[in-house]
């Protein structure tokens, strides 16, 4: 398994072959941290594969096979692999099915390419990720309430809201700036359906006091 200092080894499993070679050289071409070891098209594949274990894989939920998706993420997780899924389905009875399954990520394929690579980031790291439209599907009934935020949201959120500009978030947290934006993109609309307007960084700033995230001089917590 990867160290802090070795790339991410990872398995692509999709049945789209158009899509799994798109993801194929989009990934090896944008991310250094992760090296692409396994592109397949069915889960016996992914299985046989000299290259598994793997890190973590990139699953697509609907394989047309009669396997469930829950039977795959926990066979995945009992081999110390961690599982991104994906998915055209929005669904929110099976995305809490697949993460509470062992998931620690689950996007749309109509994600910006550069959050499926932090999701890969983030499954290695053990921490959940779930596409923006996802989450605000799933927690829909908590309008009004906090927004769920992952961990590299609230460090995002935690370091723009103390004063850093963009480029110095970026900078700070390993990511590019486009990435950086994405998140900032990703807050804000969680925080609109939540009821809460943070479209300035001045509200945004306000908003990260209120729910914790910095302390009033612009310090983090707990991050």
């Known amino acids: 398994m990867a160290t802090p200092e070795e790339p991410i080894r990872l398995a692509l499993v999709d049945d789209h072959r158009m899509l799994l070679g798109a993801l194929t050289e989009w990934i090896r071409s944008a991310a250094d941290d992760i090296t692409l070891v396994a592109a397949v098209t069915t889960w016996p594949e992914l299985l046989t594969s000299p290259a598994?274990?793997?890190?973590?894989?990139?699953?697509?939920?609907?394989?047309?096979?009669?396997?469930?998706?829950?039977?795959?993420?926990?066979?995945?997780?009992?081999?110390?692999?961690?599982?991104?899924?994906?998915?055209?389905?929005?669904?929110?009875?099976?995305?809490?099915?697949?993460?509470?399954?062992?998931?620690?990520?689950?996007?749309?394929?109509?994600?910006?390419?550069?959050?499926?690579?932090?999701?890969?980031?983030?499954?290695?790291?053990?921490?959940?990720?779930?596409?923006?439209?996802?989450?605000?599907?799933?927690?829909?009934g908590d309008v009004g309430g906090v927004p769920k935020l992952s961990a590299q949201e609230r460090r995002v959120m935690a370091l723009y809201g103390g004063g850093e500009p963009v480029k110095s978030v970026a900078y700070q947290l390993g990511i590019s700036?486009?990435?950086?934006?994405?998140?900032?993109?990703?807050?804000?609309?969680?925080?609109?359906?939540?009821?809460f307007d943070v479209g300035t960084k001045v509200a945004l700033r306000k908003r990260a006091i209120t729910d914790g995230i910095i302390v009033q001089d612009g310090s983090p917590v707990g991050l």
């Open 177 to 195: 700036e486009e990435t950086a934006k994405s998140y900032l993109k990703r807050i804000r609309e969680k925080y609109r359906v939540a009821g």
């Open 52 to 140: 598994f274990p793997v890190d973590v894989v990139l699953l697509d939920l609907d394989l047309k096979d009669s396997i469930p998706v829950s039977l795959k993420i926990s066979t995945l997780k009992t081999a110390g692999v961690k599982t991104v899924v994906m998915s055209t389905y929005s669904e929110p009875n099976v995305v809490r099915e697949a993460l509470g399954s062992g998931a620690l990520g689950y996007l749309v394929k109509s994600e910006d390419a550069n959050m499926i690579v932090e999701a890969i980031r983030a499954a290695q790291r053990g921490e959940q990720y779930v596409s923006a439209e996802l989450d605000l599907a799933i927690n829909s």
